[in-house]
């Protein structure tokens, strides 16, 4: 397949243009200021300002793993020649926190307190994407995980297994999260690309683990056991703990009557871990070591 893959080079993006140039004619859209993946071609424009850089090809499937708002879909959209298979890789932080749990596909989506402008952005895109291709596929994911995460999440608890040091837990550890492996996602789109359902918008995800679950399996990574140190302070969680005080499960059956099969949690942090281990430089590391140092150690 030819296949257009926006972004192309940080975390989900590059590894989900990395995956399907295994097999695939892969093209990325970005304005090169970065190293690129590996086995693609590059399309160096800015996505606001395409003019008729696109025009006259035409793609396969069109992955936009970096749709923002409105305005992301509409550039691309408008630029774009002809095209197959559309997917758009939305976020779960388009639930209102107040609705009912598990969220379903089928829920209305709406502001989210947490997420702030972010949810509001995606249900944009995802709206105008709707309206402009109705056979496009939606997906929402929770936490993505994996090789390639420049973000400092799982990152932050293999630093602290690294170094011995014990873990500072929010309130009682029991606040539910849950994570998708990146190389799943990739999986699930080519599901999308071969089996085409009539279903247009998916939740994704493997099953909720608390934090104390998650941090053991971190730790576990390493073959260590951590020391659990309960914060019952009254201070910003995320100064010292990656994810917010905000615990939600998306309800996966829909995906997992395409796709059964899921990568176990501790495979994905072995990898994820693999790959940390030897590209740190790429992690966006955060102050956190830092806060609990001066406040909780």
Known sequence: MKILVTGGTVFASRFTAEYFARENEVFVLNRGSR???????????????LGDTLKGQRFDAVLDVCAYNA??????LDALGEFGSYIMVSSSAVYPETLPQPFTESQQVGANSIWGAYGTYKIAAEKRLVERVPDAY????????GKMNNLYREAFVFDCAERGLPFYIPKDGKMPLQFFDIEDLCKF??????????????????????????????YGV???????VYVNQNLDQRSYFPFYDY?????????SELMPSLKLLETGLAQS???????KDQVRVKPLLEFIAENLA
Request: proline share 7%.
């Open 71 to 76: 305005s992301d879909i509409d550039d691309l």
């Open 247 to 255: 615990g939600y499960e998306l309800d996966t059956t829909s995906m």
């Open 189 to 218: 789109i080519e599901v999308l690309l071969v089996k085409k359902p009539e279903q247009r918008v998916f939740n994704v995800g493997n099953p909720c683990v608390d934090i104390n679950e998650w941090v053991r399996l971190c």
């Open 138 to 145: 939606i997906i929402r994911p929770p936490y993505l995980y």
């Open 222 to 228: 390493l073959g260590k056991t951590p020391k659990l």
């Open 35 to 49: 190293p690129q993946a590996d086995g693609v071609t590059l399309i160096k424009a800015d996505k606001h300002s």
């Open 273 to 279: 871990y693999e790959w940390y281990h030897d590209n």
